[in-house]
Nanobody
Framework: QVQLVESGGGLVQAGGSLRLSCAAS????????MAWFRQAPGKEREFVAT????????NYADSVKGRFTISRDNAKNTVYLQMNSLKAEDTAVYYC????????????????WGQGTQVTVSS
């Protein structure tokens, strides 16, 4: 089973940028669809972005399309989320997730999760 550890979160002003990383261990992520989700206080966990095993296909939530970019480096066993033009409503704990089947947007379809990294955007 693969293990996931997120990093790169922090406090940033609105309009700023952050790059999150998700480092995997235990198994290669090349056989996993990877995704980022987020959860704000009092809200359900929501889909942010997902990327296919090869990295050739990506899918984004409408709320982040054009601002966030998901990418992966299978050789480094790492997935990234570049977040630009951050808004206060992007404040949440961001989670990396993996599944051994095709791309999906519902968190219930992912069976491997990291511990999360806090992103706080001040307005």
């Amino acid at each position: 089973q693969v293990q996931l550890v997120e990093s790169g979160g922090g406090l940033v002003q609105a309009g700023g940028s952050l790059r999150l990383s998700c480092a995997a261990s235990g198994r290669t992520i090349s056989t996993y669809t990877m995704a980022w989700f987020r959860q704000a206080p009092g809200k359900e966990r929501e889909f942010v972005a997902t990327i296919s095993r090869s990295g050739g296909t990506t899918n984004y939530a409408d709320s982040v399309k054009g601002r966030f970019t998901i990418s992966r480096d299978n050789a480094k066993n790492t997935v990234y989320l570049q977040m630009n033009s951050l808004k206060a409503e992007d404040t949440a704990v961001y989670y990396c997730a993996a599944r051994q089947f095709g791309m999906a947007v519902l968190p219930t379809y992912y069976d491997v999760w990291g511990q999360g990294t806090q992103v706080t955007v001040s307005s």
